[in-house]
């Protein structure tokens, strides 16, 4: 079953179109990677996936519902998060506030009952701590809960954000460059948490990367962008073997890969 | 532990001593019932009017915050300083009457701070407009306790003072209502630009202030509106009974006095309460990081007016207050100078910070009403009496440069505030069950007052 339909979108800026008439299904259950070389137009696609930008062009259709141009917090509540390619977290906010924050759609306290302190907005904090704690035991960053967002490792800012991308019980993820920046062993740990996503939660995952041999190793299909169009699709081993994917790269330098900004 | 290892190898330093000793059992007890029974002796037995008790004044205000960040038991802290604040203030004010007259400013700029907090320390949206609100509410009783309701409503007598109590809800959802106002149209703006055009709103209230007398008199212009009424009071048969002779003055001074403290006990309660759930968390997270924000599902619209609402409603409601007290308003009470003063206060104790908010504006309004012009009395006296001061140099006239070289000292050597915002201690205290992460040891503490030494 498709989880995510994006068809014909495009996304100009000016003059620029950064996502020309891109198509593409995600398959519920699954895990995709989205790769091509820098200024492809990824991180745009995924900002207009997350509502971030409104399409000029296209719909998209997310569990069998029209999300075009719906505020990126509604869609957040129906069900898609994300991370950024460069980490953005709430820095002066704990690693536990962070993870907090990114459960507010599944939180209902209203104003009055907050100041008045009612039983059920407690029961609910209570249970959001709960829930807090457990994502933070799965990203492995619950000892950590107290620190600061900003003091935290490279490597740890990573997996918290995807932990509170996680704190709004999403259907999909999309998370943009997950290891740029990391050394191998961190990769691979990261490689395995991503895996972990589908798994152990069933979240259906979609990724941006430029690490080859992540892409390779986790994709079950891989789309490939050049100049905003969708210039293949399809398996790891025929994306590896795809001329026109092997020109786009090399056509940019091999200097392209793997090197983030 | 090695945290243990380094504290022998480094001898603490005098403070981080202090710190562990002034800490630990009964010893912050006894400090600080020590420290209060001074400090409320020399106002109970000395209520002259000078430098030395505004001295002890600024002490007993400071008491308050010691009393906040002392290790003791919650209680402790309740009783003591509810009998300060209720009983041993009170007494003094009506011993001696210009005091409580600045405590009481003190406490209303405290609210006021509390709520221009919520928009510009929670959610980062820099208003230089706050004072628009509280001039709302001011004009809000000032209108509808004077003749000049009649202007409007034709044949509208001017409002009873028991009508206060429920003015002081009505300037609450009118404040509430004109924040969501001027939020509207500053929606889309971040930063530089949202302060220019809040400024510029605040401005456009003043203006209509002074000109709203024609074509129908509704503010009485530059005039102003005087004669506001004021609630009645209901506790002078109670002074009778116990013998005490007060004068209506003063009476009025208490209960201004008390009022001002319940709603600011109530504007930290629920300023408290809201920083600690979802919504304060969402303005938290605008703060640090708009686009985040959104992508995690916080609607910025709703909350952002959320806060202009919640923090105008402050507003409001002391306005209805201010004017009841003062019993006279006009326009140039409610300037941009005020909107910084009441920025000041949030910028000085902590953005963020609900403790250091209040600080911010006791300090402020301390220094305002009370220290600085006491400072250039005495300059002038001395001056009178032959002491070599220049007679160019009018020290009435450069109070105002004294703060503004504190503020200027204050942004260079503590640009985070006298208690900033400490959402780590916060998180400390929230989850108990759990072996708390360690607390600061010894050697940190020693660290970190050497780093404030050096
Ligand atoms: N807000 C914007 N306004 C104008 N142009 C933009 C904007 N965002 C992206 N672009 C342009 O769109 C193109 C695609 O950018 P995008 O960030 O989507 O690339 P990317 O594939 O994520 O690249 P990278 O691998 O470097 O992250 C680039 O040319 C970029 O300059
Ligand atoms: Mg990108």
Redesign the interface.
Known sequence: MALLEAKHVTKQFGGLTAVNDVSLTIEAGSIVSVIGPNGAGKTTFFNVL?G?YKPTKGTIIFDGKDITGL???QI??LGI??T?QNI???????V??NV??????R?H?G?WQ??L?TSA?RAE?RA??ERARELLRFVNLDHQ????ARNLPYGDQRRLEIA??L??SPKLILLDEPTAGMNPQETAEATDLIRRLRDELGITVVLIEHDMRVVMTISERITVLDYGTKIAEGLPEEIRSNPRVIEAYLGKGAAAHGVER | MAADNRQVDQPPSFWALLRTTAGRGPAPYVLILAYAAIVSALLLFNPTTGLGTDMVVVLFLLLMFVIYRAPTMLAFKLTLGTILLAVVMPVFGVLNPFYIDVVTKAGMFAALALGLNVVVGFAGLLDLGYVAFFAVGAYLWGIFSTPQISNIVPGMEPLHGSWFWLFLAIGLAVGAFFGVLLGLPVLRLRGDYLAIVTLGLGEVIRVLATNLDRPINITNGAQGIKDIGRPPLFVEPVFQALGINISRVQEYQLYFYFLVLLVLALTVF?VH??NN???G??W??I???E??????????VRMKL?AFAVGASFAGTMGVIFSALQTFINPPTFDLLRSIGILSMVILGGMGSIPGTMLGAVIVTLLDLQLLPRIASELAALQRRGVPIPSWFDPAQYQRLLFGLLLIIMMIFRPEGLLP?D??RQ??H??EPEPA?EPKTAAQVSESAQSAEG
């Open positions: 997350t971030i505020r990126p917090d957040t509540a998060c994300r950024f953005r977290l709430f820095n002066a906010m704990t536990l506030e907090l924050v990114g459960m507010h759609t939180l306290a104003l907050i100041i302190g907005v904090e959001a701590l809960r107290n620190q600061l509170r991308a704190a709004s | 629920v309460r809201l759930s979802r919504i968390r969402a938290t997270a703060r640090e990081d686009t985040a924000a959104i992508a995690m599902g916080i609607p910025l959320l915002e959402r780590r998180e400390l929230h989850d992460p």
